[in-house]
C-alpha cells in the first residue's frame, strides 16, 4: 500500500472522512501509517468504525502516529501500566459539552488525540468536530487581518484548579518535562498558522480562551463573540454517532470539539490518548 492509497471517505466538503478498511490493532505497517498522518493533514477527523483496541493496542497505535503525552497536565492515567490514557467517565464528571480544543492552556497543547469509545449509553452521547480553518476563512478578509494580530489568554484553571489542589494536593503529571503544581494562564496567537499545512486557523476556543490580550475587556468580549460565532457552524462540522469500538483521530492543531451530553444517567466512557504538539505559530512570528 502506498501512501495514497488509503481509501477514505469524506463525511463532509472540509472535515472528516472514515477509514473503513484498516485494522488497527493489525495493519500498521509504515505505509498505513504515513497514509492516515497524510489523510489527518487533509480531513482533520478520521473515523475508524468498531475496531477492537485494548489500552495496550489503543497506545501502540497513538505511539505510531507521534510522541505520546501523559494522559493529561493534571488528571492521572487510566492505571500505572498507562498513563498516557485519559479516562472520561460520564460518571466522574467526564463530560465535555462545549467547544474547545484540548488542553490549550499549556504552552504546547497536542498536535493530536486518538479517542477510543469503551462504554456508550444506550442512545445518545455523539460527539461533534469543527474546523478551525474554515471558520477562520468565515471571517471577512478585514476581521481576518485583524485577527492576525492578536494573542489570546488560555486557562484551565475552572476546569482544573481544585481538582489539582483538592484531590492530587497541588502535585499534578510531568507535563512538558516539569510537575504541573499550578495551571498559570498562557497566551497563544488567536491564529494558528499549522505547522505542516501552512493553512491558517482561529485557534480560539469557548472551553479555554477568557480574554484576547493588550485590548480592552468590552473589546476583548466582542472580539470573542465574533470570533465564537463562527466556531462551531453545523456547515464546518461533522458529528459521529458512535459504535463500540469506534476509533476516532484529529487534528488538535485546527479543530475544536463538543461531545454532546443528551444521555441524562446513562454510563459512557471513553478512553483518549493525545500526540505532544507544538507551540503555536501565528501569520507575523
Ligand atoms: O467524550 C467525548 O466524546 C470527547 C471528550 C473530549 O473532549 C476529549 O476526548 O477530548
Ligand atoms: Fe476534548
Known sequence: ??????????????????????DLASDLTPEVVAGIRATLLDRKV????????????HRAFAAALGELTPAHPIVPGLDDEHP???????????????????????RTPPLGSVLRAV????????TCWTDLEAAYLAL??????????LEAVHDGRKDFEEYLNVRLSGEGNL?????????????????RVHPETGRRALFVNPGFTTHIKDVTETESRALLDIFFAV?????????HRWSPGDVVVWDNRSTA?????????????????????????????
Open 175 to 191: 507535563w512538558e518535562g516539569e510537575r504541573v503544581r499550578s495551571l498559570d494562564p498562557v497566551t497563544h496567537p488567536v491564529v
Open 119 to 126: 462504554d456508550l449509553p444506550p442512545a445518545g452521547g455523539d
Open 231 to 239: 466556531v462551531g457552524r453545523p456547515e464546518h462540522s461533522v458529528r
Open 140 to 149: 471577512s478578509p478585514q476581521l481576518r487581518r485583524l485577527a492576525d494580530e
Open 84 to 106: 498516557e490514557i485519559y479516562v472520561l467517565d460520564s460518571g466522574d464528571g467526564g463530560k465535555a459539552p462545549v467547544w474547545h480544543t484540548d488542553v490549550t492552556f499549556t
Open 1 to 22: 500500500m502506498t501512501t495514497t492509497a488509503l481509501t477514505a471517505e469524506p463525511l463532509t466538503i472540509t472535515i472528516g472522512a472514515t477509514v473503513p478498511a484498516v
Open 257 to 285: 470539539h463538543y461531545a454532546v451530553d443528551d444521555y441524562g444517567d446513562q454510563r459512557r466512557v471513553m478512553h483518549r490518548i493525545t500526540i505532544r504538539g507544538d507551540r503555536p505559530v501565528g501569520p507575523s512570528h
Open 46 to 57: 478520521l473515523v475508524f468504525p468498531r475496531q477492537r483496541l485494548t489500552p495496550d493496542s
